[in-house]
Antibody, heavy 120, light 111 residues
Framework: QVQLQESGPGLVKPSETLSLTCTVS????????WSWIRQPAGKGLEWIGR???????YYNPSLKSRVTMSVDTSKNQFFLKLASLTAADTAVYYC??????????????WGQGTLVTVSS | QSALTQPASVSGSLGQSITISCTGT?????????VSWYQQHPGKTPKLMIY???NRPSGVSNRFSGSKSGNTASLTISGLQAEDEGDYYC???????????FGGGTKLTAL
């Protein structure tokens, strides 16, 4: 079955750019949409954006000015860049398949998440 | 855009049924059958429990069911078990602003 794994630095300095990678295994990234979601400690889930293999991209307007998503189909990976970081960006970052998987509206499966701390 | 509205906490006795509500607007919950529910245990990844209002993924217990009436979706857990404790998030497609919107989450306690 499809599995996702996030990777990237655990600590990033304020004002710098976060770069995260999500590697998809057990299936092709060419199908479906792929999302990034984050969750600050003790808080709820925030959807960041989604991308397809044809680079059909949609960002959460609240983050749009700082977010860039991309995809590498040859490596079955998709990527997140978040610029101008502040402490408020400290969170666990998840990648997930969806929100549309085929014709179904669902976010599933999810990666295990990676904790990103913004601190000098 | 504001998050979907969920109660902060819900509790129930073991074996009892509980319901968690998720209230939105005509632009999200009320306008589309694209509501999903996720269970999250402390320190763990969210798990899909219900999608498209009432569909259960394979492997999810039939004690979990979903429904919708107007702008409010509901997740019902019957025969509450200790392992059901955790946080539950609803999620909906929205035609306004972001295309994915989450609820604020509900902490379920099994007494």
């Amino acid at each position: 079955q499809v599995q996702l794994q996030e990777s990237g630095p655990g600590l990033v300095k304020p004002s710098e750019t976060l770069s995260l990678t999500c590697t998809v295994s057990g299936g092709s990234i060419r199908s479906d949409y792929w999302s990034w979601i984050r969750q600050p400690a003790g808080k709820g889930l925030e959807w960041i954006g989604r991308i397809s293999s044809s680079e059909n991209i949609y960002y959460n307007p609240s983050l749009k000015s700082r977010v860039t998503m991309s995809v590498d189909t040859s490596k079955n990976q998709f990527f997140l860049k978040l610029a101008s970081l502040t402490a408020a960006d400290t969170a666990v970052y998840y990648c997930a398949r969806g929100p549309f998987s085929g014709t179904q509206y669902r976010l599933d499966p999810w990666g295990q998440g990676t904790l990103v701390t913004v601190s000098s | 855009q504001s998050a979907l509205t969920q109660p902060a906490s819900v509790s129930g006795s073991l074996g009892q049924s509980i319901t968690i509500s998720c209230t939105g607007t005509n632009n999200d919950v009320g306008g589309y059958n694209y509501v999903s529910w996720y269970q999250q245990h402390p320190g763990k990844t969210p798990k899909l429990m219900i999608y498209e209002v009432s569909n259960r993924p394979s492997g999810v217990s039939n004690r979990f069911s979903g429904s919708k009436s107007g702008n409010t979706a509901s997740l019902t857990i019957s025969g509450l078990q200790a392992e059901d404790e955790g946080d539950y998030y609803c999620c909906s497609y929205t035609s306004v602003s972001t295309i994915v919107i989450f609820g604020g989450g509900t902490k379920l306690t099994a007494l």
